[in-house]
């Protein structure tokens, strides 16, 4: 299907736009909940290495209070030492009563610099030491956090590696999902736009290419051709050789109306048989070469199954922005120069002049109050004897349909059966003058008027 401007359809648009929106919304969620369960870890995992230090910082000053108590710095030391079983201590110092150092362990020398007080990397707790409630000193312990920074670490790696599995899963499935979704919508997009039968652009897209040519001529140089081409006398190919056959005519005219125009000039079919071919020309003179070339391409016999046949079509033709100042003018005015060259005969190219629009305004007036006429039973049926040359005698009536209109007095059926018969009117018509003549000879016979 062409189109001018769009390479992809507005819903692929919302589609691609919704898929990234979703990518991100979901990494997002995940980069929060991993930022959520990390600080929740660190602050359980801190809270549980503190309750476990203060325990160990209480045993160890109840051991270390006999020490302090007789100046046994040996003894002390000892005992602090004792706490290197426990695995995260970097120092233990113990202070007298007078807050000098009495006794001092260091685990590692990157720990010992840390004083009291809890820094990033540390956690240090002070514990009383006294003996029967009398304050002999205090003991500082100092832990590590590395143990948990790196668990953490760990943990964020493995939450990482996880999400971004689930991440590059979640990203396949929607890839996989849009990726049906844009054909889908490829495939909408195409029957919306595409004529079943002959594969070109429908009504819609032929109308819509129009509508963007205008656009684009509005201020430009040059004019847009609309030609629009309706076969002559289809009707008789359906009910002869049959619809099957009708259709594939219609590809073969659709084929060689194809052949004509070149892109960015456009053939489409915008009814049963009738296309419409719209053209970038440079005057009037480039679109009768186009409408003359489309006659042309239809002379050539077309071969159905039941043998070969000629399809001539008659062809109205309207320039914008020389003969409409826009798009539903230039169609009505394609399509009165269309009737024209229906009414002149058939099989020859018409170009639109403002004569026509007069004329179409008539016929589409004389067309609304035909059906207003036939809605209110205003019509009258005449009839006119006919009598038996022999015998004088009468041997039936013609039923002779007639017109009072109300504003132009009675209108000739010559002027207005054709409108009936174009709009299809002439089947509600004929039923009612049926019904209407058979009423009327009913009552004649009630009345007792002879047979
Ligand atoms: N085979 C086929 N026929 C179609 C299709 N669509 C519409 N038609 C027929 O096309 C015919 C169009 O008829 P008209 O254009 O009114 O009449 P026509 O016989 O071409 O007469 P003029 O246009 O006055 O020359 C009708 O009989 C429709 O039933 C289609 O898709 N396939």
């Known amino acids: 299907m062409p189109h001018r401007r769009q390479a992809t359809t507005p819903g692929q648009q919302i589609t691609r736009t919704l898929g990234v929106g979703q990518l991100v919304a979901a990494v997002s969620a995940l980069v929060f909940a991993g930022a959520f369960l990390l600080a929740y870890e660190w602050v359980a995992l801190r809270g549980a290495l503190a309750d476990e230090t203060r325990m160990q910082a209480a045993i160890v000053a109840d051991n270390v209070s006999a020490s302090l108590m007789f100046g046994d ?10 706490l290197r079983q426990a695995g995260h201590l970097r120092t233990a110092v113990l202070y007298d009563r007078d807050g000098k150092l009495f006794a001092r362990y260091v685990v590692s020398a990157h720990a010992a610099g840390a004083g009291s007080g809890s820094a990033v990397g540390t956690l240090a707790v002070t ?22 920074v790196t668990g953490l670490l760990r943990y964020a790696g493995l939450l990482a590696l996880a999400s971004l599995g689930g991440l590059l899963v979640v990203a396949a499935v929607m890839y996989r999902t849009r990726a049906r979704v844009a054909a889908a919508e490829r495939e909408l997009h195409f029957q919306a736009n595409t004529d079943a039968v002959t594969g070109l652009p429908n009504r819609r897209a032929t109308y819509r290419w129009l509508e963007e040519a205008i656009a684009e001529h ?19 190919v359906n009910d002869t ?19 004509v125009v070149r892109p960015p000039d456009l053939v489409g079919r915008i009814g049963g048989d009738e296309f419409a071919v719209i053209a970038n020309v440079a005057d009037a003179a480039g679109a009768h070469a186009i409408g003359e070339r489309l006659l042309a391409a239809l002379r050539t016999p077309f071969a159905l199954a039941t043998g070969e046949v000629f399809a001539t079509a008659s062809v109205g033709l309207c320039l914008y922005p020389q003969d409409a100042p826009g798009m539903t003018e230039v169609l009505s005015s394609a399509d009165a120069a269309l009737y024209r060259a229906k009414g002149a005969g058939r099989n020859r190219l018409v170009a639109f002049v ?8 008539r016929r589409a007036q004389l067309e609304a109050d035909l059906r207003r006429a036939i809605e209110q039973e205003v019509l009258l049926p005449y009839y006119q004897p006919q009598f038996d040359c022999r015998t004088g005698a009468m041997v039936g009536v013609e039923a002779l349909l007639r017109w009072p209109h109300p504003e132009r007095g009675f209108v000739s059926p010559a002027e207005f ?20 003549a058979c009423a009327d000879v009913a009552a004649w016979d009630r009345q007792g008027a002879p047979r």
Do not use: C
């Open 241 to 259: 050789a049959g619809h099957a056959a009708g259709d594939v005519l219609l590809q073969q005219v659709a084929a060689a109306l194809g052949g």
């Open 127 to 148: 514990q009383a030491v006294s003996y029967r409630g009398q304050g002999l000193g205090r003991l500082e312990l100092v832990t590590s956090t590395d143990r948990i």
């Open 218 to 236: 509005r201020d430009g140089d040059g004019q847009v051709a609309v030609l629009l081409v309706d076969l002559d006398n289809f009707k008789l």
């Open 417 to 436: 059966i054709p409108v009936a018969e174009d709009t299809g009117l002439i089947v509600e018509l004929g039923r009612w003058v049926l019904r209407r």
């Open 354 to 361: 403002p004569e026509m629009t007069l004329a179409a305004q």
């Open 73 to 82: 710095r040996q003894a002390a030391t000892e005992m602090l030492a004792s």
